[in-house]
């Protein structure tokens, strides 16, 4: 161990305070995307990051194109391999191996230029030949067309050595949010032999990659801003509670999405701070809308939201870490609509719109829940309960993962899911919301919503796109097929020495390149 | 069994054990053939089992917002789109040359488990090791003096080892030895050859699979060295006023050694299923925890990996057991 119990202990004493501040989510540091920072601390540069992170060891893969089922596989190749854009605080894109883009007018044509100065670990700089090579590469695996939505292989083209033209099929004002996820740059011919030691052009390279752990050492030739730490360990975790053990006991210093149970376990410990990323999880029960379903009537739909004590669930379900939500999907971004009158519980109003849409109060509903990720079964269980206060009658149904995804999911009336990415409202409408939307979890099909969502993405005018999210989203509290109770936090786990740590939701927790160690 | 008794009678010593030889061969060739037959059936079985269960490998790798066109496309990347039956023997022709087929992630199956097989095998027999010595020895001490404070004892804490569960033992070895002590690191921490980082992580993992292990065999060898306590043999050696410690080591205990290592290749097969439990509770670097997330993931070549190395080694100590309680008895025929 690099760091014995007592050392902890005694580096333990000024972080509860900073570690406060971090959960606050104070961004006045200007580093935005980061969190831990006492004010007054000069970065340090040296050291090793020791750093848990989820994931099996059958899902174990290399490429950065494929599906990355392990979270341990997808920071290293975070780390290793930039992408186009990241996730940002002030605006949710921000730039990485782009560092600008712009659209036509018809914001179909999308402009993406490439970094100053980006070099492969080789030394060979990156050309916009290797960005359009990845970009193609990446559109041709199967869950290309999800990650690059409507971009065609051949509409992927140079300009000049330094640029890079992408053309929708439609106009997406919000089309660079999507290459925050899996733009990874490789060099142009890599073959699928040698994609485990590609060189990348990421602020750390590959010493080692074995059995799902790796070492990664800092990349001196990196374009961006000064990585402070020589080294970082990645160990791969099965269980949140082996790695939060691992973290107590000094084996590690970051355990990387610990979740709320291991945060509850390391609260009483001084010397171990508990970070929060707020608008981390979605948890939402969907209601199917089709007019087969018994919520096709919208003011059944309003009836169960008015239905669950969003408090109690935040404070039962996810230990207390999360918010409250107001049935928005997309918390984090930072043009939801924070305007739009909080939801709360009333059980007399929801009786009466039962009544009156005529809602079979004798019949027992079904409420279909996996054990997918910690809390979702928790939730449907504490809504039935809830319910029962209002006369509805549910019965939770717990499915086995791979069954609930045949099964239920997209087709049943009445069943939780969940959603990691959550800092674009437009995100979700896009993938969820719309009428063709290809994952309409609730089959909804809404003129109003429709049009509002069209004008958001298709309208080159700043202003009439900001009001029409806003109205887009007015009409998703008022009428979707969607109960959002809150939000969970993503938390992370770290020793008191570790500084800057990641302070976005999501795949912002891959962030590392800005942490060092006191 | 008989037809060696009989050489061992065999008046010509040379010819004998020539005979001998051929005969154990035979014999072992005769059960490695049936062991291996099992192990087919037994992976027709996996493949079969796996695609009944709802869901299949490119669903569980496919990621949202992939239309039913895309998925189709990950299926027959798979090979998904194939018969059942073309598949298993496509896997099965490959098998001979080692050749383990592709997880639904791409990654060689023969990769994935190069070293967590390695690892489960050293966590397994050192568990093994541990629950032999320590069981033979409680099973002797208790019946060195059969009905006393010892015996009662070691019968109280054996049926106790038994009945607790692999990971009640493990959460207590966890609370004590490591969070509340810290003599002995939580999890295990994999280092760049593929191995446990330091061997102080393998401590907790195998004992708590050698504990419940041990109790078990514990009340074996008790018992089976109280079968032979009522022997004639033994009787007679008591008569002829041998000590009673020699009377336990020369005359019982060869005659319990046949139960004895039944009931320990037994626990062979119950310490790979405890290793699923215990290498996910510490972190542990083996295949238990790849088969979990394998079925998980509807991961047909892997499981079939998994089964069929792990398969393999069960029958392995299978066979030697099966030796050695053919040997001794041979012996005493």
Redesign the interface.
Known sequence: ?GVT?RQLLRAGTGVSAAGLLAACGGGSDGSGATAGSGGADRPRTGGTL?VGALG????????PH??Q?NESDYLILALVFDTLTVPGAAKNTAPRLAASWESSQDLRTWTFRIAEGAVFHDGTPVTAEDVVWSLQRLRRT??????L?GIQVGNISARDDGTVVVVSDYANADFPLMTRFSSFVLKKGTSDADIARAPGTGPFTL??F????A?LVRNDRWYGPAVHLDAIEV?????P???A??L??G??DLASNAGAVAARTARSRADVQVLRRPDDMAMPIVMRTAADSPFADRRVREAIRLVVDREAMVKQVLSGYGTVANDILGTGDPRYAKDIPQRGRDLVRARKLLRDAGFDLSRTYELVTTEDISGLAESATLFADQAREAGIKVEVVKQ????F???TWKSGDFYTSYWGTNDSVVFFAS?TMVSEA??NEAAWHDTGFDAAYREVIGSDDPKRRAAALTALQRIEHDRSGYLLWGMADGIDLAASKVRNLPKLPGYGRVQLEGVWLR | MTPTAATRRAPAPAAGTAHRITATALRIAGVVARRALLLVVLLAVVFAAVEL???DAA?????????AA??A??RH?LGLDRPLWERFADWMTALPAGDLGT?A???KVTD?LA??LPNTLVLAASAFVITVVSSLLLGCWAASKPGGRGDRIVSHLSTAAFAVPEFVVSVSL?LVL??WT?WL???T??????RPATWTMLIMPVLALAVPQTGWNTRVVRGALADQASAPHVEAAHLDGLPPHVVLLRHQLPGAVPAVATGLATSTGLLFGGAVVV?????Y?GVG??????V????TP?IAGVVMSAGAVISAVLLAADLVRHATLGARA
Do not use: C, Y
Request: hydrophobic content about 35%; cysteine-free.
């Open positions: 161990m119990r020791r099996h060891g059958s899902a174990i893969t290399r490429d494929g599906t089922a199967p869950s290309g067309a999800a990650r939505p010493d080692w074995r059995g799902g752990n070492r160990t791969m975790f099965e269980t509670q082996a790695m053990n691992a107590l006991a084996q590690i086995e993962s791979g069954a995804w045949d099964r993938k290809g994952q | 269960l709802p869901g669903d569980a790798a496919s990621e949202r917002g992939e239309s895309d998925l496309a990950r990347l997880s992630q791409g990654q994935l070293d967590p966890l490591s969070l810290g690191p939580a999890a921490v994999t280092g760049g050859d593929g290498e996910t509770l510490f972190n670097p925890s790849v088969l979990a997330g394998a998980a993931a509807r991961d892997l």
